[in-house]
């Protein structure tokens, strides 16, 4: 059986060994070695290489997930493998016993059709820098959405300029004579055409994609796509997805006949009547719809983000692919795989029960406060006492530092995070931003890069003499 050592910190040792005794009938040995500082979050690399001499007598070494340095080379050191564990030591049961990594959904089969809805009133600048932010959260085609009654005489320009640039390119229109226009310009796929204009497709190079006279016509879909089945020619065939409730179940429906009808031919559904119309948070409305475009095993789907809310629709889309083509490839629910689109509350919002923040408050011998959640409230504590409260202005008096500005100031913004965590059910970890999913951008946190630790009391004097205690607050606790 694997032996593995876990390495930690002096406060976090005692939590680490209840968590390893507890779980049950773990796929390993283990053994936890405390390597001689206080603060297990503050782990470096280096920092272990100096206090560990030989390599431990393991299969594996595991460190806190927030260890800042080259694991790589710490494990050619020692000729053991190096690895990062997860950031909260209470996922350390869910990090042994997860279907399937998340670093690892590298995979899907539906392309992302992105639409640039107003793309007649762009500059050709304005059209670049519009399809660039696209392609960054994960579309695959720049889709130009032509208006009715808006001249787009720039059309065959912005194809141009868009396949210059990289892009694969679609033009979207209920005008035949734009639709020549962006195919004869190089456009990949020209969106729509029904069976009453085919003949646009014996024109142009690009990859037509079928649609049905109107949304309930199926037999005009089924006639088109037999047609270009007769043509040899490539196609997508979209059935129309209707918003709620206006014929959603119906359209859905008719996507499972043609797929029925059809086993073999790509299929493309556009979801934006749903997530642009349902005033909802998208990201859950994507995951249900791509997980039906996953059974439905469509080539692609489009999408548009022109209503705010629905502002990370295409990045929200890209997780979402990602989730649904494993699920469905591996057999399994879609759990387990990411949080992304888990974007207002957590899965597990509060590793840390009361009494359990309540026995790492009594080991703390510093004036610098601690901020965790529980399901009770908000705690902060220090060596001085333990406060819990629902209400950060309950808890303000308490804590000492009304001549403190920058102390305030720091505290202040903490506890209003840890507020927001425990309203929502959200996981707090103090000097985190909240973890808002795939609804926000964030900054990949590069752990190869060292870290200066932080102060709970970073004032101007203080900055320029670090006090005795500094710290880093909130991995004294949480993290292993």
């Known amino acids: 059986m694997e032996h593995i050592v876990f390495l930690t910190g002096r406060l976090a040792q005692p939590n680490l060994e209840r968590v390893l005794a507890g779980m049950a009938s773990p796929p390993f040995t283990w053994e936890v070695r405390e390597i001689g500082l206080q603060v297990a979050g503050l782990m470096t690399a280096d920092m272990i290489r100096r206090r ?24 050619a050191h020692y000729g053991v493998p190096v690895e990062r564990g997860p950031d909260e030591l209470k996922d350390i049961p869910r990090h042994f016993n997860r279907t399937v990594d998340a670093s690892r959904l590298d995979d899907y089969d539906i392309e992302i059709f992105a639409e640039i809805v107003d793309a007649p009133r762009l500059g050709l600048s304005a059209i670049l820098d519009r399809a660039a932010s696209l392609a960054a959260d994960g579309a695959n085609v720049i889709d130009l959405g032509c208006l009715p009654a808006t001249p787009f005489p720039h059309l065959a320009d912005a194809v141009g300029a868009l396949k210059a640039a990289g892009f694969r390119v679609s033009v979207d229109s209920q005008d035949t004579d734009e639709l020549l226009r962006g195919g004869r310009a190089g456009a990949d ?60 179940l119906a359209s859905l429906c008719r996507y499972q ?16 009547n749903v997530t642009e119309l349902t005033e909802a948070d998208t990201s859950g409305i994507n995951a249900v719809l791509f997980g039906i475009a996953a059974e439905l095993r469509a080539g692609a789907v489009l999408t548009t983000q022109v209503s705010t809310h629905a502002r990370r629709a295409v990045r929200e889309a890209d997780v979402a692919r990602r989730v649904m083509y494993q699920a469905r490839e591996t057999s399994s629910l879609p759990k387990g795989m990411t949080e992304a689109l888990m974007t207002v509350h957590g899965k597990y919002p509060f590793p840390d029960s009361p009494e359990e923040i309540a026995e790492t408050a009594r080991s703390v011998r510093d004036p610098s406060f601690r901020v965790q959640v529980s399901e009770r409230g908000l705690h902060i504590y220090n060596r001085d006492g333990h406060y819990v409260d629902t209400d950060p202005f309950a808890l303000y008096p308490r804590l000492g530092v009304e001549a403190d500005g920058g102390h305030a100031f720091y505290l ?26 795939c609804a926000i951008a964030r900054p990949a946190d590069d752990r190869l890069r060292q870290c200066a630790p932080g102060t709970t009391r970073r004032t101007a004097s203080s900055a320029a003499n670090p006090p005795e205690h500094v710290t880093e607050a909130s991995w004294s606790t949480k993290p292993w």
């Open 52 to 75: 560990i001499a030989t390599a431990p007598n393991a299969n594996r070494i595991l460190v806190p997930g927030r260890c800042r340095g080259d694991l790589a080379a710490l494990s």
């Open 189 to 248: 796929y020209l969106l729509s055409l029904t069976l009453d204009t085919l003949w646009i497709a014996d024109e142009v190079a690009g990859t037509p994609v079928l649609i049905p006279r109107e949304p309930a016509d199926e037999a005009s879909l089924y006639a088109a796509v037999e047609a270009m089945e007769r043509r040899g020619r490539r196609f997508l065939a979209d059935a129309i997805l209707d918003p709620i409730p206006f014929g959603l």
């Open 257 to 272: 006949r043609l797929r029925e009808r059809f086993p073999d031919i790509a299929i493309m559904m556009g979801v934006g």
């Open 412 to 437: 202040g913004v903490e506890l209003a995070r840890a507020e927001i965590a425990w309203s929502l059910g959200k996981r707090y970890s103090q000097d985190q931003s909240l973890d808002w999913g």
